[in-house]
């Protein structure tokens, strides 16, 4: 563990934050985790006791170990618990006005050697600063979905970013069982995301143009490249609404039409289709998140 970082806030506890902050317990820190609605608390605490029982049987992790990380684990609706932080990781909604109004809250609230951090990889955190008394203390720290598995983590360093703030977020990545990687330049959608999305446009390009099938597109992606995954199923995990609001958000900073969201992600979103999270996507799914039909 870093000796600098002692007590890890996570603000938003939706699929992303509510596994960084089981990740970070299970590593031996004390974790905050805040989100405005209880629901949002009470689906986290499910979820995240669902995931871990299952990762009990399969003999990942005790039951000792588990009843230790939610034991330091603090679930609330109060920002203010997070007061005593020494690094907050932001994870709510990729809005750019919801993001710099709550750096500004955070700004005021923690210690003055706190990091603040957004696991954002889309908003780069030079978006940030102007909301913040301490811009050397905020970086990009972006984890993937799902955190609880993903190993890679990326650490962008923005030009206000000091070498202290890089360098700790690094240690803190480490420390909690993850590989990071560094980037020296902020660039949206960072390193992974970027290829990943060249790959989702010629799949889409394809799949529009009726080359072939949303699913043999995804088969030839696992079966010929060897991708865990197709691009259309994972959509379906991240969210098409995520999808859509990332391709909106380059679109408004560079004014490229080619940015823009596919029609056929737009269609969906505007359906109400947005992947796992809904039932259906480009596949349709039960209630536990398992999909229907077809295996890719």
């Known amino acids: 563990?870093?000796?600098?970082?002692?007590?890890?806030?996570?603000?938003?506890?939706g699929a992303m934050?509510?596994?960084?902050a089981m990740v970070t317990a299970l590593s031996g820190y004390s974790v905050v985790l805040q989100d405005i609605t209880p629901e949002s608390l009470h689906k986290s605490k499910s979820f995240l006791h669902e995931q871990m029982a299952k990762r009990i049987q399969k003999g990942r992790?005790?039951?000792?170990?588990?009843?230790?990380?939610?034991?330091?684990?603090?679930?609330?609706?109060?920002?203010?618990?997070?007061?005593?932080?020494?690094?907050?990781?932001?994870?709510i909604v990729e809005n750019l006005e919801a993001k710099q109004a709550l750096f500004n809250q955070l700004d005021q609230l923690v210690p003055k050697h706190t990091i603040l951090a957004t696991n954002s990889s889309t908003i780069v955190s030079s978006k940030l600063i102007e909301s913040v008394s301490r811009p050397e203390k905020v970086c990009n720290?972006?984890?993937?979905?799902?955190?609880l598995v993903m190993e890679l983590v990326e650490v962008v360093k923005g030009p206000h970013t000091s070498d202290e703030t890089a360098e700790i977020s690094m240690a803190f990545v480490?420390?909690?069982?993850?590989?990071?990687?560094?980037?020296?330049k902020e660039i949206s959608g960072f390193i992974a995301n970027r290829i990943l999305g060249k790959l989702m446009d010629e799949a889409v390009f394809l799949y529009e143009n009726g080359y072939a099938s949303f699913e043999e597109i995804d088969v030839a992606v696992t079966k010929a490249l060897g991708h865990p995954i197709g691009p259309f199923a994972l959509m379906d995990l991240t969210g098409l609404?995520?999808?859509?609001?990332v391709r909106m958000q380059r679109f408004k900073e560079?004014?490229?039409?080619?940015?823009?969201?596919?029609?056929?992600?737009?269609d969906k979103v505007e359906k109400g289709e947005l992947g796992r999270k809904t039932g259906k996507g480009f596949y349709d799914y039960d209630a536990t998140g398992k999909r229907i039909g077809i295996t890719v």
Do not use: C, W
Request: hydrophobic letters at 40%; aromatic letters at 8%; glycine letters at 8%.
């Open 1 to 13: 563990m870093t000796n600098k970082l002692k007590r890890i806030g996570v603000v938003g506890a």
């Open 17 to 20: 934050g509510s596994q960084i």
């Open 61 to 91: 992790f005790t039951e000792e170990e588990v009843e230790s990380a939610f034991a330091k684990l603090m679930f609330t609706t109060e920002l203010a618990e997070l007061k005593n932080t020494d690094l907050v990781i932001e994870a």
């Open 141 to 147: 720290i972006h984890f993937f979905n799902p955190a």
């Open 174 to 184: 480490e420390s909690i069982g993850k590989k990071g990687v560094l980037l020296k």
């Open 241 to 245: 609404d995520v999808n859509y609001a």
């Open 254 to 266: 560079s004014g490229d039409e080619n940015e823009k969201p596919s029609a056929t992600v737009t």
